[in-house]
């Protein structure tokens, strides 16, 4: 299985297949499981084997296929599947830190992580560093000795900017560090942090795992001392478990993740060029754009890609925003990414509304700014819906 390129695994990787034989993974929709004996109950609470399970909190065969299919995909010793991508972000940040601790994360976060690192882990007394992601020196000031951990998005949302993993990843660990890349935007597709020096890697399954807008799911990548021995205990008391019946919809998303998410791509990059220089435009935003400043990095980092996501500013600030959005017919009004449906969010009225107007313009925030997710439509519909409701600004 190790030889198998990723879209091999993505089919077929982890599969446990019971004594019937069935080709699509079974869903154990169960909480629990029986012993036959309470030798062999009290056996299990002592040493769980690998093919045993004791309650759906702490594991259950579904959700284990989905694990192992994702950590075989990473490359990574372990993993553990979490409700949804925040659980997965919370249980890093809440299994790793204690009262003291220092945290230096990218700015450029998505708005939940930001909610846990500002409010919630400064209530316990931990310090909380944020720097501009792309300003490597900004990093190297950051991450004092003895810092803890280091967190970042490997491409920012939602401005898109490319945070250089290799590079933070040696000042971090110089410094002693665990680094915590979240790669939602970067997709296992084209992107594997793990390689590059991370330690650890997290994906809102949400997004391109499902990619068809059903349900919510995450996941945490890591070395299996760091899954089993740190994270496991704190998520298995916690109560952060993914069901079963998501982890197998998951499952079914994964086979065909790897289609979907190079035509999103292809799409996507096929618009932002047609965008690009369009005279109600200030900045077209894609990682994948030839001329992108970070081109170089893209190229190493994300095979050249620029994920499935695109940001377009118009000069006409918040009106034409607006206009824009109202005038569109097949990009739905939403705030998810990595769907099969084109999505189109407004970040400083929805997503980033919470924040202050001083962090969302240090941020690129700006009243003009739209985030789109590209789906599978067509690229010649999606191209005729963008034109049509530029005319309309
Ligand atoms: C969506 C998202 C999350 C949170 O995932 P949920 O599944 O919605 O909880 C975290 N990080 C990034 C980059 C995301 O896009």
Same mark, same amino acid.
């Given at each position: ?25 079974? @869903? ?19 040493e =769980? ?38 659980a ?55 991450? =004092? ?18 945070i ?9 660990h ?23 020096g ?50 197998? @919809? ?20 096929a ?63 939403s ?30 925030i ?19 819906d ?8």
């Amino acid at each position: 299985m190790d030889k198998w390129h990723k879209r091999t695994k993505m089919v077929h990787a982890g599969t446990r297949r019971s004594q019937y034989g069935e080709v699509s993974e079974a @869903i154990f929709l169960t909480q629990g499981f029986v012993y036959e004996s309470p030798e062999q109950a009290e056996a299990r609470f002592i040493e =769980t084997g690998a093919d045993e399970f004791i309650y759906a909190r702490y594991g259950n065969p579904t959700v284990r296929m989905f694990e192992d299919r994702l950590a075989a995909l990473e490359g990574a010793e372990d993993a553990f599947a979490l409700a949804s991508g925040m659980a997965a972000v919370n249980a890093v940040l809440m299994a790793t830190l204690k009262s003291g601790d220092r945290v230096v994360a990218a700015r450029a976060l998505f708005g939940s992580c930001l909610y846990i690192l500002e409010d919630v882990l400064a209530r316990f007394g931990v310090e909380v560093v944020l720097v501009d992601g792309t300003d490597l020196d900004a990093w190297r000031r950051g991450i =004092t000795d003895g810092t803890k951990l280091v967190f970042f998005e490997s491409v920012g949302n939602p401005t898109l900017e490319v945070i250089d993993i290799a590079a933070v990843a040696e000042i971090a660990h110089s410094a002693g560090a665990l680094v915590a890349v979240d790669n939602v935007f970067a997709t296992q597709t084209f992107s594997a942090p793990l390689s590059m020096g991370a330690d650890v890697v997290i994906y809102s399954a949400t997004k391109h795992i499902d990619g068809q807008g059903r349900c919510l799911g995450g996941v945490v990548l890591g070395s299996r001392d760091f899954v089993r021995g740190i994270l496991e205990p704190f998520i298995k008391h916690t109560g952060g478990a993914l069901s079963p019946f998501n982890a197998w @919809i998951m499952l079914k998303g994964l086979e065909t993740m790897d289609l979907r998410v190079r035509a999103q791509s292809a799409s996507a990059l096929a618009l932002a060029e047609v965008l690009c220089g369009h005279a109600k435009l200030t900045r077209v935003l894609f990682p994948g754009l030839k001329d992108h400043p970070d081109a170089a990095l893209v190229k190493r980092q994300m095979d050249g890609a620029g994920g499935t996501v695109l940001s377009l500013e118009f000069a006409g600030g918040q009106e034409a925003a607006f206009r824009f959005l109202n005038a569109l017919n097949i990009i739905v009004i939403s705030n998810n990414l990595g769907d099969a449906k084109s999505i189109i969010t407004h970040p400083a009225t929805t997503t980033h509304q919470r924040l202050p107007d001083e962090q969302k313009a240090a941020l690129g925030i700006t009243p003009g700014l739209v985030r789109l997710s590209i789906g599978l439509e067509d690229i010649r519909d999606l191209i005729e819906d963008v034109s049509a409701a530029l005319d309309a600004v």
